[in-house]
Structure formats: structure tokens, C-alpha cells
């Protein structure tokens, strides 16, 4: 089975910290994809980055930065200089085939980290 | 317009009512899918569809059902709401084309069960 695991719930940080958000996936796969998203406080989800196991590159994007590391099961993301309008629940989440060989699609999601920056 | 859309966007009901939460995507997607999101637990998968014929249940399925009419329209439906149903309720689609299943969400339905 996946699973994917946000350990940290809460984080408060003031502006212009940067702050990082850790994510560690399980899966049985070889072949998978690993997404970030953000939840504003309007409560519709953006996409932010998609992952697959074979890339283990870092990217940048702006401020936002993803570091995956397959030995440890990790894809954590960083915000650089954070900015109040950071704040906003983020969600890691992984798509793999899992048992029985269905096809990818289904996301397991963390419990998702609620990140303040406050002013 | 939106891709994904969900109707209606809040609904507050009783226990015991029938509720039926819509989904409509002009994506072209086939595979279309009903999650939950509770408070500290993130999204869970309540039912997905990967073509018109295709139904399956996901992780938290008791007390839901649903219907695909149609490549466009998928609806999630309470039979008998309960307080514990009360979330936030995302439709999502995804296309079968390429490995990569980014889904798009709809903006959510807030359902408060009393």
C-alpha cells in the first residue's frame, strides 16, 4: 500500500524565513509520481510540482524548491524568503500502480502541513 | 469557465437527508474522482471512475455511492447523510494518456451534516 507521511502539522514562520516542508512516501513501486500542492485559505487546490521516481534532479521555480531523495523516501520543499501570501496548507502526494496492477491516477495524500507567515 | 466544477458549493443538512454533490469537467478526461478532506487527515479517496463503465471504490466508500452519466458527469451521493460526513468534498479528473495522471480539482463542496 502507499502511504505518505507530512510529519509536520503546523509551522510558523515570519517573513522572509525560508522554510522547508517535509514529505516521506512508501510505495512498492519502481515507477511512481510524487505532487505538490498548495491549499490557500479560499480552499481550492493548486497544483505546484510533479515528480517521477526516475528524476531525481532538484528544481527550482521562484522562490519554491523541491529536493528528492530516493534513499530516503523523501521530497521535501522549500520556500525561500518566505512572503505572507505563502501561507496556505500544503498538501504532498504520491501516484503509484500499487497492488493488483491498476493503473496510476489515484493520489494518496499527507495530512498536509498548515504553514503561517506571519509579518 | 472553470474545468472542474462542483455543485452545489456549501450545503448544510440534516441527518437522515439525501444529498447529492455534482461534478462537471470540460477536460475531455475520462478517469474522474471523488475525495474527502477532514481536518489533520488530508484528502481521501471516496470513489473513482476510469471510463463511463468503470466504478471503483476507494478508501472511505461506506455510506457514499455514485453515478458516472455520462464522460463529463460524475456525482457523489449520501443516502443518509450523518454528521460524521460532514468535509470538504473535491471532484477531480485526470487524463488516461501518458503516465503522468496530473488531476485537476474542482474548487470543493463544503458539506455540513447537523
Known amino acids: 500500500a502507499q502511504k505518505v507521511t507530512q510529519a509536520q502539522t503546523e509551522i510558523s514562520v515570519v517573513e522572509k524565513e525560508d522554510v522547508t516542508l517535509d514529505c516521506v512516501y512508501e510505495t512498492r513501486d519502481t515507477t511512481y509520481y510524487l505532487f505538490w500542492y498548495k491549499q490557500p485559505p479560499s480552499g481550492e487546490l493548486v497544483f505546484l510540482i510533479r515528480?517521477?521516481?526516475?528524476?531525481?534532479q532538484n528544481e527550482i521555480s521562484g522562490r519554491y524548491s523541491w529536493n528528492f531523495q530516493k534513499s530516503t523516501s523523501s521530497f521535501n520543499f522549500t520556500i525561500t524568503a518566505s512572503q505572507v501570501v505563502d501561507s496556505a496548507v500544503y498538501f504532498c502526494?504520491?501516484?503509484?500502480?500499487?497492488?493488483?496492477?491498476?493503473?496510476?491516477?489515484?493520489?494518496?495524500f499527507g495530512q498536509g502541513t498548515i504553514l503561517t507567515v506571519h509579518p | 469557465d472553470a474545468d472542474v466544477t462542483q455543485t452545489p458549493r456549501n450545503r448544510i443538512t440534516k441527518t437522515g437527508k439525501r444529498i447529492m454533490l455534482e461534478c462537471s469537467q470540460t477536460?475531455?478526461?475520462?478517469?474522474m474522482y471523488w475525495y474527502r478532506q477532514d481536518p489533520g487527515l488530508g484528502l481521501r479517496l471516496i470513489y473513482y471512475s476510469f471510463d463511463v463503465k468503470d466504478i471503483n471504490k476507494g478508501e472511505i466508500s461506506d455510506g457514499y455511492s455514485v453515478s458516472r452519466q455520462a464522460q463529463a458527469k460524475f456525482s457523489l451521493s449520501l443516502e443518509s447523510a450523518i454528521p460524521n460526513q460532514t468535509a470538504l468534498y473535491f471532484c477531480?479528473?485526470?487524463?488516461?494518456?501518458?503516465?503522468?495522471?496530473?488531476?485537476?480539482f474542482g474548487p470543493g463542496t463544503r458539506l455540513t451534516v447537523l
Open positions: 502526494a504520491l501516484s503509484a500502480r500499487g497492488a493488483g496492477g491498476t493503473s496510476y491516477g489515484k493520489l494518496t
Open positions: 515528480r517521477n521516481s526516475f528524476d531525481e
Open positions: 477536460k475531455g478526461h475520462d478517469r
Open positions: 477531480a479528473t485526470s487524463s488516461d494518456r501518458g503516465p503522468y495522471n496530473e488531476q485537476f
